[in-house]
C-alpha cells in the first residue's frame, strides 16, 4: 500500500484464493510501524474485502493472528470480522507454544455493513 500523501510504500495487504469451488479466501497485512495508529491499516484491509466480495464473488473470507496480537484483532473486529477459533499451543513460536486466532466474515455480512455500496471502487 501506498499511502499518497507521504508518497511512500507504508504497508502490504493481500488476498489468497483458498477454494475456487467454496468461494473462499484468506487476506493478511503488515505495516511499517511508523504508519500505525492512522487506519492506513484498516483502510487497506477494508479494500482487500470489498476486492474479494465485490468484484471476485467470494462467500467467505478469514485473517489469522496470534492471540496475543491486538492490534491485529482490534482491526479484524473493527473490519467486521467475527472470531471463528481460537487454537491453543498449536504451533511453537520461537520455543513456546503458542495460541492463534482466526476471523472470518461472509459476503451477506460485509454487505449489510455496507448497503450502498457497489463495486470495488478501490485502484486496486
Ligand atoms: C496489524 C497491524 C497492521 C495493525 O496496525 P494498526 O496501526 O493498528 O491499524 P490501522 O492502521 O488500521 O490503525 C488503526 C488504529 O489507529 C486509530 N486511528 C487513528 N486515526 C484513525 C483514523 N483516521 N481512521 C481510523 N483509525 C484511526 C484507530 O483507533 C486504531 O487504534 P486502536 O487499534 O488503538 O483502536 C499492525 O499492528 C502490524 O503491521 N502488525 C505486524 C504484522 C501483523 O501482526 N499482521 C497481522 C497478523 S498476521
Known sequence: MVWREAGKVVGEVGLKWLSREHRQGETGFVFNPDYHGRGLATEAAEAMLALGFDNL????????????NQPSVRLMERIGMRREAHFVHNEIIKGEWGEEFVYAILDHEWKARRPSAGPCRHTC
Open 57 to 68: 464473488g467470494w462467500h467467505r473470507i478469514i485473517g489469522s493472528c496470534d492471540a496475543r
